[in-house]
């Protein structure tokens, strides 16, 4: 067994690593759960393009004044130096709503609507919304949407179409894998 003593305070017992590893979870568990963990995901995207203008110390800088969003200078330079693992932890959050909006929309691969605007907005604007026109068969596609369907396509218009295509582009690459054929 390894014992770890304190040096600075001799009156202490020895504690084993278990221990010390036991007390730092504890403590992880009564904390405060910190959103910054994945601010750097979200809003990789974003700094990616900024990138291409702007120094990590500046972008880091931006975000504090101007939305008091703490975000250091090393943490952004650590996601643009691994783009692939950036990109690809970046569609950890997208994939799943891309998948749902896939299989609801009978007609087109994640492939084509997530890197073509016109494809995208084809299918959305087919979604719930426009379903129904007075017509018994509009009715029925109605029906088959389901929330998840809905929500889906909202979200990848939120964080996907919001991204401007020339990054998309960038992007597709790195996560080309995942796409499927």
């Not at 996601?79 to 990109?87: C, R, T, V």
């Not at 569609?91 to 084509?112: L, W």
Request: proline share 3%; glycine share 4%.
């Amino acid at each position: 067994m390894i014992m770890y003593y304190q040096m600075i305070n001799k009156s202490r017992k020895p504690a084993n690593l278990t221990a010390i590893g036991q007390t730092l979870v504890e403590h992880a568990h009564k904390v405060k759960l910190e959103e910054k963990r994945g601010m750097v995901v979200e809003l990789f995207p974003f700094i990616y393009e900024a990138s291409s203008r702007m120094s990590a110390r500046a972008i880091s800088r931006f975000l504090k004044e101007k939305h008091g969003v703490k975000l250091s200078a090393v943490t952004i330079s650590n996601a643009l130096s691994d783009p692939k693992k950036s990109w690809n932890r970046y569609f950890d959050v997208v994939e799943p709503f891309a998948k749902v909006f896939e299989k609801g929309s009978y007609h087109s691969r994640m492939s084509d609507f997530l890197f073509d605007d016109k494809e995208f907005n084809r299918m959305f604007d087919g979604f719930p919304v426009r379903a129904y026109h007075g017509h018994w068969l509009d009715l029925k596609a109605l029906c088959r949407i389901t929330i998840a369907d809905a929500q889906a396509a909202n979200i990848l218009r939120d964080k996907w179409v919001s991204i401007s295509m020339d990054i998309r582009l960038k992007a597709r690459p790195y996560i080309e894998h995942r796409l499927g054929k």
